[in-house]
């Protein structure tokens, strides 16, 4: 399912830089609704209001009822509810009910990982990180122990595994 959001921000108080509340609309393009969530700048959620989609009169004075309540938590009781009504409406025009997004392709981690190395770093970088990561990296924590070690044989798999990976550390001086 896609999603559009928007933030909205409301008009400070007098003598303040923050606005009176910041309101996120979301509209998923299955049912075509927009909903907003009102946020004060405390964290607090006073308020939600929910955008019918449609053309029918009932849906029309329905939104605009929640654009007049969305409006003044956002700029307090003179807020212009058009505003908000505008951006409901673009909202609203930009997708209505639509065809779902094709799939991305699952992704192989390993090998993101793997070629992700190999484009980084060189083959000898490699062959050094992995024999200094199996010789050198002992903690109290056997997660991290074991984290640490499954990286190590990565890297060393990469080489052509682990006498590969430490046959050209010694080529360096490593041990």
């Given at each position: 399912?896609?999603?559009?959001?928007?933030?909205?921000?409301?008009?400070?108080?007098p003598?303040?830089?923050?606005?009176?509340a910041?309101?996120?609309?979301?509209?998923?393009y299955?049912?075509?609704?927009?909903?907003?969530?009102?946020?004060?700048?405390?964290?607090?959620?006073?308020?939600?209001?929910?955008?019918?989609?449609?053309?029918?009169?009932?849906?029309?004075?329905?939104?605009?009822?929640?654009?007049?309540?969305?409006?003044?938590?956002?700029?307090?009781?003179?807020?212009?509810?058009?505003?908000?009504?505008?951006?409901?409406?673009?909202?609203?025009?930009?997708?209505?009910?639509?065809?779902?997004?094709?799939?991305?392709?699952?992704?192989?981690?390993?090998?993101?990982?793997?070629?992700?190395?190999?484009?980084?770093?060189?083959?000898?970088?490699?062959?050094?990180?992995?024999?200094?990561?199996?010789?050198?990296?002992?903690?109290?924590?056997?997660?991290?122990?074991?984290?640490?070690?499954?990286?190590?044989?990565?890297?060393?798999?990469?080489?052509?595994?682990?006498?590969?990976?430490?046959?050209?550390?010694?080529?360096?001086?490593?041990?």
């Amino acid at each position: 399912m896609r999603m559009t959001t928007i933030t909205l921000a409301g008009t400070p108080k007098p003598g303040e830089q923050l606005p009176r509340a910041f309101a996120t609309l979301h509209q998923n393009y299955v049912g075509g609704t927009v909903y907003a969530d009102v946020m004060l700048p405390s964290g607090a959620r006073p308020a939600s209001a929910v955008f019918q989609a449609g053309n029918t009169p009932g849906a029309e004075t329905q939104r605009w009822d929640a654009a007049v309540r969305l409006a003044e938590y956002l700029d307090g009781k003179d807020g212009d509810p058009k505003a908000c009504l505008q951006v409901v409406e673009t909202l609203l025009a930009m997708g209505g009910p639509g065809p779902e997004p094709e799939p991305e392709p699952a992704s192989d981690d390993g090998a993101d990982l793997a070629e992700a190395i190999t484009d980084s770093i060189s083959p000898e970088a490699a062959a050094i990180l992995a024999t200094r990561l199996k010789t050198i990296i002992r903690t109290d924590d056997e997660t991290i122990n074991s984290q640490c070690q499954w990286f190590a044989d990565k890297l060393a798999g990469l080489v052509g595994g682990w006498e590969s990976a430490t046959e050209t550390a010694k080529q360096y001086g490593i041990e």
